[in-house]
Nanobody, 123 residues
Framework: QLQFVESGGGLVQPGGSLRLSCTPS????????IGWFRQAPGKEREGVSC????????NYADSVKGRFTISRDINKNTAYLQMNSLEPEDTAVYYC????????????????WGQGTQVTVSS
């Protein structure tokens, strides 16, 4: 079952930036809608951003609009999340998965979450 490998997390001060990367665990020829999700301690996983299969359409959670930018490499089916102006509230484990663009939810049938990458925003 398809999984993704996330990387790029770390500890950063408020106002700082990080760039996350997401790569599928296996080669896939079909283009996928790939999204970023996050889960903070004691909270449910939430959708952060989703990018369409061509890379033209994007959607963001209200909490990250204007600060985060999602992009992708079509040839590699790899997605990125550039996170600027980070806030302590952004602290969470960030996961990559198949998404529904309009709702920022997990695509039906996808459930093989990877290890995620920890993002900690603290002074």
């Amino acid at each position: 079952q398809l999984q993704f490998v996330e990387s790029g997390g770390g500890l950063v001060q408020p106002g700082g930036s990080l760039r996350l990367s997401c790569t599928p665990s296996e080669f896939r020829r079909d283009l996928l809608q790939i999204g970023w999700f996050r889960q903070a301690p004691g909270k449910e996983r939430e959708g952060v951003s989703c990018i369409g299969d061509s890379g033209r359409r994007k959607n963001y959670a209200d909490s990250v609009k204007g600060r985060f930018t999602i992009s992708r490499d079509i040839n590699k089916n790899t997605a990125y999340l550039q996170m600027n102006s980070l806030e302590p509230e952004d602290t969470a484990v960030y996961y990559c998965g198949l998404c529904v663009l309009s709702t920022l939810t997990t695509a039906r049938g996808f459930g093989s979450w990877g290890q995620g990458t920890q993002v900690t925003v603290s002074s």
